[in-house]
Each structure stands twice: as C-alpha cells, then as structure tokens.
C-alpha cells in the first residue's frame, strides 16, 4: 500500500500530571541482544531501543530519526529494523509522521519486538517483514499520571482521541475491521510473526539468517536493569526528577553530593552504595504499598 492512505498521527504532548513510561510487560519481553545479523546499510535506520529519551542519553526520539531521513534524502528508499519495548507514545506519533511523510519507499523489518509505541511506527511502512518468533504488542494509549479523580476523568478523556487515532493507523494498514482492532488494544494483544503475516500485520516474514543474538554482555544487562529500576521506582510514585538523579548517580559512580574533581575509587564505591541505597528504600515503599515481592 502507499504510505499516502494512511492516517496522519495528531500532535501532542503529555499534559500536566501525565508522563509515558515504559508497559513492564513490554520491557519484560523485549531481548536487547536482537538486531541484524548484517552490517546495516547505509540508509537504513535502526530503533533498537525504547521510544523517547532516557535519563542516560539512549532512547529513539523523532529528532534522531528526522535527522537521519535528512541523512538518507528525501526521495531515497529507506529500510528500518526495529527491536523495541516500546515507550514515550507522544515521541512514537512524531516518529510514525516523518516515516508517513517521507517520499522515498519505507520498509520496516521486525527483528524482535515492536511492542507499543514501537508498533505503530511500523504502520507507516510500505512494506512490513517481520521474523518468524518476532512479536507485535499492541495496546491503548499507556500513561501514568496523578491527581484526583476530576483530574484522572479528564486524562482519560484526553487519552481517548489518541486510542481512536491507534486504532485508525492499524485499521488502515492491516485492512482489519476497526472494531476488532479497538478489542485488540483493549486486550493488549501480542501478534506472533505467523500470525501477523496471516493477519496483515505484516506483508511478508523476515529471513532467519538477518537477525542476530548477541551473548549477554555487561552493558546490555545494566541498561535492561536500570529501565526495571525505573519502572520499580514509577510504580512506587517516585517523582521523574528523583528517578533521574537516582539514575545519573548509578550512571557515574559518585557520590550525590560529591565534590569537584576527579572521583577517587572509594568515591565510585561510595555513590554506588548511595544509590543502591535509596533505590531500596524505594522497592521497599513499593512493597509496603502493594504488598507484592520485588526481589
């Protein structure tokens, strides 16, 4: 199909009291370890992390992909291979129109997961493959917010033009009947590779031989741990801008009130411990809250 067919994504950002996080089932799921087997091409675009900036400078914005479209050029053809949890559903609509808008033909490869945010930014593909034991997740509009219950009617308000445009976008590209699109997100319904091809998810699966495992390795472990942490910590109603300096004091090693200078390594240790320290403190206000065990 022509990527022109497809609904245009509204404009929007969170409103005041709503901020995206990460579905933990999403997170869950996702291998960070997936990706192509191949060296990418020179004008393809990779979304191998969550959709939206993170509090350690990773995370897919629409500000990285408009500038590698800009890269690539307006008329060339452009191949996106996507393994992500998902994310900031705000950050994915801006994503979804400039890969809609680009001239050039579009095609998304579904190396792993496309969970979310990430879903809905495959839609704007003319041409969708996606691996045998690779997934979509499709879900509504995702958000957490605070307030009173006035407030929390209004957001749901709010969110609900989004669910209707989610729904819009799969219905167009698929050809599925609307509503059962709409009972789909309601469910929060995961879409295997056969499935999705059978479906219209997807126009055709992805050879085998293009995605690659990676062996676990330190850095994947600790990215994958800090965004459960954060998620732990979200749940737990820890503020963002606590969240944040918790995690750029696991990031660096130091101390929270370290002074000036080049950290020793009793300093490294020290923010270390400071930091685990007060992430427990918030598994443990979890916990009380809940009643559930994070261990």
Aim: hydrophobic share 45%; aromatic share 6%; charged share 25%.
């Amino acid at each position: 199909m022509t990527i022109k067919q497809l609904p245009a994504a509204p404009e929007a950002r969170p409103c005041a009291g709503v901020q995206c996080d990460l579905l933990p089932k999403a997170l869950e799921a996702w291998n960070p370890g997936l990706h192509a087997a191949e060296q990418e091409a020179e004008n393809t675009i990779s979304i191998y992390d969550p959709i939206g900036a993170d509090f350690f400078g990773d995370g897919v914005t629409a500000k990285r992909i408009a500038g590698a479209l800009r890269n690539i050029g307006p008329g060339k053809d452009v191949t996106v291979n996507i393994n992500s949890p998902g994310g900031d559903v705000f950050e994915g609509l801006a994503i979804y129109n400039l890969l809609r808008d680009h001239r050039g033909k579009v095609t998304v490869n579904v190396m792993g997961l496309a969970a979310s945010a990430a879903s809905f930014i495959a839609m704007a593909a003319d041409e969708i493959r996606i691996g045998r034991a690779a997934f979509f997740m499709v879900h509504n509009a995702w958000v957490m917010a605070m307030g009173n219950r006035n407030e929390l009617r209004e957001v749901a308000d709010w969110l609900e033009p989004f669910d209707h445009t989610l729904a819009d976008i799969y219905a167009a590209r698929t050809g599925l009947p609307i509503d059962d699109i709409k009972d789909q997100l309601d469910a929060e319904t995961w879409i295997g590779g056969a499935e999705a091809v059978e479906m219209g998810w997807a126009d055709d699966y992805l050879p085998s031989d293009m995605v690659e495992a990676d062996d676990p390795s330190n850095q994947l472990d600790s990215r994958l741990a800090a965004r459960e942490m954060d998620v732990v910590m979200a749940k737990a109603g820890v503020p963002r801008s606590k969240r944040r300096s918790l995690m750029q004091a696991l990031k660096s090693g130091t101390p929270s009130a370290a002074d000036s200078g080049t950290p020793s390594a009793a300093d490294h240790e020290a923010g270390m411990a400071e930091a685990y320290a007060d992430f427990q403190k918030m598994v443990a206000q979890l916990t009380t809250v809940t009643g559930e065990n994070h261990d």
